[in-house]
């Protein structure tokens, strides 16, 4: 008889961990006697041509602290089902989502591992609409996903921007300057509030929190009227002022969302201008989607793709693995994608800031 074979691909933009996640599946799988293979670029590989590669016991080696993945990846092509966080969804055009359905057929696949974040797991949930027995694994350094309390990456995304924050609180108090540090976080601050308070922040710029240059200045001169003549303000790609629009760059691509950054050089600019201090900016970019995963998003991509191969024998088609703790549960992929998590205005997070004096330039 011939082995039961599982699929697995990695959707949308990269992050740390997803090697990580692929080991855990070809390893479970196997420990099953099961076959693994891998589609390569995302959705991509499921279309002519077809590109796949196995993965067997000995594929597997280093993949736990490898960054990156080694089975490619792609937010765009012709699967770019998302544009716009909650806002209007594409419908993949049923030719190729019966293709692919086709491609999986033809292979033998019993089950499509589909790793992604929002964008990725709509299709994902397209797929499974066409007939294609899905499992999803929930994946994103913004960490802005519903229905699962964390989604791998976002630790090592905050444990890069904790550590740019401990690098620039050194030089920004020797030259009593303003530090922006500028973090991913299209539609929310996880990153931002995350890394904020762990690196010893001064003010936060969320999306969820609207702010004034007014407020923001405060708290400088706050702090210099305190004897600290620097200070450090953390904002995420997606804050923007009260009645001001976000920062992108250059035009909206087609089919796809818009390119943000530059809210930092922004904040930076008007910060000197009203306060007279010397600023600086630092753009992080996507060194918080490079490199290795930090040993809880391994210990989280270990137990995601263990229970990913757990739901395949138990066919809970259709589901994702979700951190609910001390549980990695299966919740119905439509209960995470469409909507954004933010984060809570009035939420804990927030308010441990707050406790300390940390300015968000709402108030
Ligand atoms: O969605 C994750 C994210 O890291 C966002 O925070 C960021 O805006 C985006 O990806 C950048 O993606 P790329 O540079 O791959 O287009």
Known sequence: MA?????????????????AVIRAVGKAAAKRGWDTIGFHGGYEGLLDPVEYMPLDYKAMDGLLVRGGTILGTSNRGRFAAKTGGEGQVNRIPGEILQAAKQTVEKLGVKALICVGGDGSLTIAQQLFETGVP?????????????????????????????????????????????????????????????????????????????????????????????????????????????????????????????????????????????TGKETRVCVLGHLQRGGGPTSFDRLLCTRFGAQAVELVARGKFGHMVALHPPDIVPVKITEAIGRIRKVPADGDLVKTAKALGIGFGDG
């Open 134 to 274: 899905v499992i999803g694994v929930p994946k994103t350094i913004d960490n802005d996903l519903e229905a699962t309390i964390m989604t791998f990456g976002f630790d090592s995304a905050v444990a890069c921007a904790t550590d740019a924050l401990d690098r620039l609180h050194t030089t920004a108090e020797s030259h009593n300057r303003v530090m922006v540090l500028e973090v991913m976080g299209r539609h929310s601050g996880w990153i931002a509030i995350a890394a904020g308070i762990s690196g010893g922040g001064d003010v936060i710029l969320i999306p969820e929190i609207p702010f004034t240059y007014e407020n923001v200045c405060r708290v400088v001169a706050e702090r210099e009227k305190n004897g600290k003549k620097f200070t450090l303000v953390v904002a995420a790609e997606g804050a923007k002022e009260a009645h001001g629009k976000i920062v992108t760059q250059g035009d909206k691509p087609k089919d796809r969302e818009d390119r943000l950054g530059g809210i930092g050089a922004v904040v930076a600019a008007e910060i000197e201008k009203r």
């Open 3 to 19: 082995k039961t074979r599982i699929g697995i691909l990695t959707g949308g933009g990269d992050c740390p961990g997803l090697n």
